[in-house]
Nanobody, 122 residues
Framework: QVRLVESGGGLVQPGGSLRLSCAAS????????MAWYRQGPGKQRELVAA????????NYADSVKGRFTISRDNAENTVYLQMNNLEPEDTAVYYC???????????????WGQGTQVTVSS
C-alpha cells in the first residue's frame, strides 16, 4: 500500500511562515502528480497547489500565488509547501494528494494523507 504522511502544520501568527511536508511511501514506481488541498471549517475542499508532470510543472490557486511555493523531492517521494505571509483565511486542514503508479504499465491510484492543521491567528 501507499501512505502519505503530512507534517509541519501548527499555529502561526498572520504574516508568518510554515513549511508543510508530505512523504509518500510504499509500492511506488512513479508519482506523476502531488498536490496540496485544504479545507477550512464549513468550507469545501479546494486545491491549493499542485506539482504535475513528474514535478516539471506547478500550478497554484489564485489566493496563494506569490505566497506559497510547492516543491518536490523525487528521490524521496516528498512534496513540500512553503507558505509565507500567512493570512487568517489560510486556516484549514491541509491534505496531501498524490497519483501513484505502481509499475511501468500499471494504473494510477489516488491517495490522500490524513491532513495537518494550519491555524493562522494572533
Amino acid at each position: 500500500q501507499v501512505r502519505l504522511v503530512e507534517s509541519g502544520g501548527g499555529l502561526v501568527q498572520p504574516g508568518g511562515s510554515l513549511r508543510l511536508s508530505c512523504a509518500a511511501s510504499g509500492s511506488i514506481f512513479r508519482i506523476n502528480s502531488m498536490a496540496w488541498y485544504r479545507q477550512g471549517p464549513g468550507k469545501q475542499r479546494e486545491l491549493v497547489a499542485a506539482s504535475t508532470g513528474g514535478g516539471a510543472a506547478t500550478n497554484y490557486a489564485d489566493s496563494v500565488k506569490g505566497r506559497f511555493t510547492i516543491s518536490r523531492d523525487n528521490a524521496e517521494n516528498t512534496v513540500y509547501l512553503q507558505m509565507n505571509n500567512l493570512e487568517p483565511e489560510d486556516t484549514a486542514v491541509y491534505y496531501c494528494n498524490a497519483f501513484v503508479r505502481w509499475s511501468y504499465n500499471g494504473d494510477e491510484y489516488e491517495y490522500w494523507g490524513q491532513g495537518t492543521q494550519v491555524t493562522v491567528s494572533s
